[in-house]
């Protein structure tokens, strides 16, 4: 028992990041030379400027080798909503739409794991210093495990899988793609700061285990809802179920609404591919024959419409979203003359009923239309992927 403690204090020693950090060019400045400290994120940390320019500032100022810095920046946004916006509607609309829908399906499950058991372990960020943090975003949520580690391996495996079960593919690639994707991202995450070593490895063994059974679960689930006539229900009814019974912490923290927000994807993604199966759009009489296709590398010209198409489908995703938002300013226009600042209590108390409705619901209307309305649009400018509407299992 002794020796299993001194391995987890050791794995959890902030002193490790620090040292991990050095190693790569980040370097602590001696507050005697100009009277800066240490870049601080930490509320109990000693702060001598209070501007958040300076700030930011003096964070680069530590980072000796920018190379390094904006790769593990690049790897670390992989893991989070930005690298989420483009990695799933890019599968959908350029590579296999029921292979994303099966990656949604384990995204949503490793991550709900995930979030839940930070809030109810409750471990802290590592401790600053010695460790510096280089990103603000996440600061406040608590780090065990690491979500980003978890979805490091999820992913990009998850993947290799699905592709690998219905193409012909180099698996040597695969797996070394697979390799470099969860190297980047885990590592990035000590490289800013944000979790000690064990909250890494905890995130990678974790997202294995739960990988071995979902992995062949999330595919027979897939071809299920797919076709069966209660597939809307079944997806609003779990997940906001599951959103209800979210383990709360008593401190407040972004993760449920984090979490809603995954929820609200996977639901809205799953629904719209159910809903062009059950119209008949994909047509599943013709799905292609795992065996008797191959991936191969894309001509020029197939560069160019993948370029075109992609940009069409995330400029309807933004448009999506501003249309959402104007809708919701003139909802809150109207509260306001009512005499009722909801949105506005929302941002002050933190009430999460309706900042977790809004986030349920945009996200599940924009994901529906990722399957439904852009393939649509991208049809009718001769842009789509012919082989989409003929990926239903």
């Not at 012909?168 to 590592?187: A, E, K, R």
């Not at 959103?243 to 401190?251: F, G, R």
């Not at 719209?272 to 296709?293: A, E, F, H, T």
Request: aromatic residues 12%; glycine residues 6%; proline residues 5%.
């Amino acid at each position: 028992m002794d020796t299993v403690k001194d391995c987890v204090d050791y794995l959890k020693d902030p002193e490790l990041v620090a040292r991990f950090q050095r190693s790569f060019g980040v370097m602590r400045y001696d507050p005697s030379d100009n009277g800066v400290t240490i870049p601080s994120l930490e509320n109990d940390e000693t702060k001598t400027n209070n501007s958040n320019t300076a700030r930011k500032l003096n964070e680069i100022d530590h980072v000796t080798n920018k190379f390094w810095y904006y790769l593990f920046l690049f790897g670390t946004y992989l893991g989070d909503e930005i690298g989420y916006a483009i990695i799933i509607p890019f599968l959908v609309w350029n590579i296999d739409s029921a292979v994303a829908r099966k990656m949604v399906l384990i995204w949503a499950v490793v991550m709900y794991i995930g979030q839940s058991i930070k809030d109810i372990v409750q471990w802290p960020r590592p401790q600053c210093p010695p460790v510096i943090r280089l990103q603000t975003k996440w600061s406040i949520e608590y780090g065990m495990p690491s979500t980003h580690a978890m979805i490091s391996i999820a992913i990009p495996f998850s993947v290799f899988y699905y592709i690998s079960n219905r193409y012909q593919i180099d698996h040597n690639i695969g797996i070394t793609i697979v390799l470099l994707w969860c190297m980047l991202i885990s590592l990035s995450r000590l490289y800013l700061g944000m979790h000690t070593v064990l909250d890494v490895i905890a995130g990678l063994l974790l997202a294995i285990v739960l990988l071995i059974p979902f992995l062949p679960l999330a595919d027979v689930l897939d071809r299920y809802l797919m076709y069966s006539n209660w597939t809307p229900l079944i997806f609003i009814v779990v997940t906001v179920s599951l959103i209800l019974i979210y383990p709360t912490s008593d401190q407040w923290t972004p993760t449920k609404g984090d979490t809603t927000l995954i929820l609200g994807t996977c639901a809205g993604l799953l629904t719209g591919g159910w809903l062009i199966v059950k119209l008949g759009i994909q047509d599943d009489i013709r799905v292609m024959n795992p065996i008797n296709n191959s991936i191969s590398w894309p001509s020029i010209n197939d560069l160019g419409v993948i370029v075109i198409r992609s940009g069409l489908g995330y400029g309807c995703i933004i448009l999506l979203f501003l249309i959402i938002k104007y809708f919701l300013c003139v909802i809150d226009k109207i509260l306001i003359k009512s005499g009722m600042k909801i949105f506005d209590d929302v941002l002050k108390r933190h009430i999460p009923l309706i900042d977790i409705t809004y986030k349920y619901l945009t996200f599940y209307f924009v994901s529906f239309n990722i399957l439904v309305l852009i393939p649509f649009l991208q049809k009718l400018l001769f842009v789509s992927r012919e082989s989409f509407y003929h990926e239903a299992k």
